[in-house]
């Protein structure tokens, strides 16, 4: 199982929006609704931002959106504040009982 | 409130085993799937497997398979990753994290990480 490709990188001053790509294929993004994304400060455990694609869990802000096309998935950061620098992982489930994680982003506040 | 505390570094020589636990509290255990994620030093997030604390079933990345071990203990709400056959890019910090009811979004919840360091 291959990981899911993202940018290394995206940078945004702050209150702009940032955008960031989580491709794979139709065995894992394209096939399930199960696409999640997580953020990730240095020396911190990840934490859940996006699930479902698009769905948010309790405490997240709205600031923070997910959607998916075909075989992509996108997390979009609107009002970029200086706290959502981090690093971002997608995941998605991948069939047959296998989950899959994407490279990885680093969010970058000018 | 939900909270995951997994147990200390460890230090181990190649060839050997590790075990680490991850104590749940807060929720119903047996109700969620529990998955275990790793981070090498400097590096993005590789699922390993999971496991269903009510009935012991497991799933595991192919790539652990026959080195990975996923246990339970429901009388005390622990559950275990064994890695065996240690090699140095076993090096990492091992995450348990907390799935929903259908097991397929992992990491509701998280544990704090185990740094299990391999080197002779």
């Known amino acids: 199982q291959s990981a899911l490709t993202q940018p290394p990188s995206a940078s945004g001053s702050p209150g702009q929006s940032v955008t960031i790509s989580c491709t794979g294929t139709s065995s894992d993004v394209g096939g399930y609704n199960y696409v999640s994304w997580y953020q990730q400060h240095p020396g911190k455990a990840p934490k859940l931002m996006i699930y479902?694609?698009?769905k948010r869990p309790s405490g997240v802000p709205d600031r923070f959106s997910g959607s998916k096309s075909g075989n992509t998935a996108s997390l979009t950061v609107s009002g970029l504040q200086a706290e959502d620098e981090a690093d971002y992982y997608c995941?998605?489930?991948?069939?047959?009982?296998?989950?899959?994680f994407g490279t990885g982003t680093k969010v970058t506040v000018l | 409130q939900v909270q995951l505390v997994q147990s200390g570094a460890e230090v181990k020589k190649p060839g050997a085993s590790v075990k680490v636990s991850c104590k749940a509290s807060g929720y119903t255990f047996t109700g969620y799937y529990m998955h275990w994620v790793r981070q090498a030093p400097g590096q993005g997030l590789e699922w390993m497997g999971r496991i269903n604390p009510n009935s012991g079933g497991t799933n595991y990345a192919q790539k652990f398979q026959g080195r990975v071990t996923m246990t339970r203990d429901t009388s005390i709400s622990t559950a275990y990753m064994e890695l065996s056959r240690l090699r140095s890019d076993d090096t990492a910090v091992y995450y348990c994290?907390?799935?929903?009811?259908?097991?397929?979004?992992?990491?509701?919840?998280w544990g704090q990480g185990t740094l299990v360091t391999v080197s002779s």
């Open positions: 479902e694609v698009s």
């Open positions: 995941s998605s489930y991948a069939g047959s009982n296998n989950f899959v």
């Open positions: 994290a907390r799935a929903d009811i259908v097991g397929a979004t992992m990491g509701l919840d």
